[in-house]
């Protein structure tokens, strides 16, 4: 049984999975690229090993020569974290064949995920509801498709089976625009993945994006930990998570039943360790299978924070094939938890990534706030990586005080050196829609903007006197404060009484 554990991955997703490990007395082996010899999950390491140039494809995505490290420097175990290598069903398996164990499921079941087309057949064969569209996993071809298209019936989508995360996905409004779009469609799919193939799927207009987390042991134990809101994104890149989803809320039946079927797309695969069911759920809550990930997802610390369950530890455990420590009577959501995700980009102009030495950085803090990050004062965030500088966690006992957190903890969070989308998260925390919990997946997009000039609000008596209260806190407070409110907060008078009129 291994002991020694050698993270694939970089950044805070690296430094979380080491932390684990180090709790339980693993001991640990970091890899890096050049763009990363000052990281801080070389840092926090045991052992270090340099794997290359910069270029994912010349680092982190070297599977050989980080198998070969694996064995050199005694790890018995690989925990490729999430993107890189982490749902290629051929590392995984190259892994097995090295006689190291893969924290992650099967390679079967990442294969038979991977391929949208092989999961939607799959988990409907086992009685999960899928959006309707196109069946089976032979690779259909253009003919056949315009034939099956207006008896699915339009507006549609086009989809890539090697796909996800939105590419080679395109909107069919009618049929005379078919032909072009699955052209698109397609030569897109081949230029990302090198797989040309479509299929087809009803569009569910106005959907929710939620989640199922699930954990899986080598005992033929499933259970769920509830669901995960993750509507908030933009071009597929999702920028809060929250759970539980205000659209779920106090519906515990949705909830269980949702899990329920979460448990079963596992089962389906015969799933092993943590994952996550994506389910789009229409205005009537009528939901739909879309996808698995067959990973530890980022916004996992949502999770832990209202489940008390640390993710990563259990995956370890499971893959050294003990049981889960948790049955489903034992999982509990308490409170609420909200994610922001912090990216070195600029909101302000249409998020641009910003690169750059981060030089001075002062880090939120207090009751109920945990951050997650790869990036400490001096070290350079570099163009060849994703742009998350870190995760701002908060838990509330109720969302309106986890959302009252997340203010405090954007206001004290400074950065200097790049700019980031701490703005934009402030914005969101001010906006009527999100703090009513009012939203789909195309809000980001299309009813969000960044230059809301600050609506004037009537104040009554009676908000006046709690807001009195308030200010005067307000001001011990700020007493104490080194950094200065930015001048784009929303001061707490304006912010509750837009709470008071939501709740009216
Ligand atoms: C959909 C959909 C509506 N109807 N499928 C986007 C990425 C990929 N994971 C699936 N996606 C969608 N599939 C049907 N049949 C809407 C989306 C979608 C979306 C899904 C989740 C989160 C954000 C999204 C943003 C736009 C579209």
Redesign the pocket.
């Known amino acids: 049984m291994f002991n020694k554990v050698l993270v694939a991955n970089r950044g805070e997703i690296a430094v979380r999975i080491l932390r684990a490990c180090r709790e339980i007395g693993m001991q640990t082996v970091a890899v890096y690229s050049d763009a990363d010899r000052q990281a801080l999950h070389v840092r926090y390491a045991d052992e270090a090993y340099y794997l290359g140039p910069a270029p994912s494809r010349e680092s982190y995505l070297r599977g050989d020569k980080i198998i070969e490290i694996a064995r050199a420097s005694g790890a018995g175990a690989i925990h490729p974290g999430y993107g890189f290598l982490a749902e290629r069903a051929d590392f995984a398996q190259a892994c097995l064949d090295a006689g190291l164990a893969f924290i992650g499921p099967k390679p079967s079941a990442i294969a038979a995920m991977g391929d949208k087309a092989v999961a939607r057949a799959t988990v409907s064969a086992a009685g999960v509801a899928v959006?309707p569209?196109t069946e089976g996993e032979g690779s259909l071809s253009d003919e056949d498709l315009l034939a099956l298209g207006p008896r699915i019936g339009f507006p549609l989508?086009v989809?890539a089976t090697a796909?996800?995360?939105?590419k080679g996905?395109r909107e069919v409004r009618s049929l005379e625009e078919m032909p072009g779009l699955l052209h698109a469609a397609r030569r897109e799919a081949e230029a990302s993945f090198g797989d040309g193939n479509v299929y087809l799927?009803?569009?569910?207009e106005g959907?929710r994006?939620i989640e199922i987390q699930i954990l899986a042991d080598t005992h033929g134990n499933v259970i769920h930990l509830g669901e995960r809101e993750?509507?908030l994104?933009r071009r597929?890149q999702k920028l809060l998570e929250e759970t539980p989803s205000p659209f779920v809320g106090d519906d515990e039946a949705l909830r269980q039943s949702m899990g329920a079927v979460a448990v079963r797309a596992a089962q389906a695969v015969e799933y092993v360790n943590a994952g996550t069911i994506?389910f789009?759920v229409d205005k009537d809550k009528n939901y739909y299978f879309?996808?698995m990930n067959t990973r530890l997802q980022v916004e996992h610390p949502v999770t832990e924070a209202v489940t008390g369950i640390d993710i990563v530890k259990e995956q370890i455990r499971i893959a050294r094939g003990r049981q889960m420590r948790y049955s489903q009577e034992d999982v509990k959501l308490n409170g609420w938890a909200i994610e922001c995700r912090i990216n070195a980009e600029d909101p302000y102009t249409g998020f641009l990534p910003s690169t750059g030495v981060v030089t001075h950085s002062l880090l939120p803090t207090g009751p109920g706030v945990r951050v997650d990050t790869g990036v400490y004062p001096g070290f350079e965030i570099s163009p060849y990586y994703d742009s998350l500088i870190s995760k701002l966690i908060v838990w509330g006992e109720t969302r309106a005080e986890a959302i009252l957190r997340m203010r405090r903890s954007l206001e004290e969070y400074k950065i200097v050196g790049v700019r980031t989308n701490i703005p934009f998260h402030q914005n969101l925390m001010d906006s009527p829609r999100f703090m009513g919990g009012q939203f789909d997946?195309?809000f980001v997009e299309e009813r969000f903007s960044m230059d809301g000039a600050e609506e004037v609000r009537h104040q009554n008596a009676h908000i006046a006197a709690i807001l009195a209260t308030l200010v005067a806190h307000r001001q011990t407070q700020r007493a104490a404060h080194v950094i200065r409110r930015n001048e784009r907060d929303t001061s707490n008078w304006k912010w509750l009484s837009r709470w008071e009129r939501l709740q009216k």
Do not use: F, I, N, Y
């Not at 796909?163 to 939105?166: C, D, L, N």
């Not at 799927?201 to 569910?204: A, D, F, G, T």
């Open positions: 959006v569209g989508l989809k796909g996800g995360g939105g996905m799927e009803k569009l569910v959907a994006h993750c509507s994104q597929h994506e789009l879309l996808e997946t195309r």
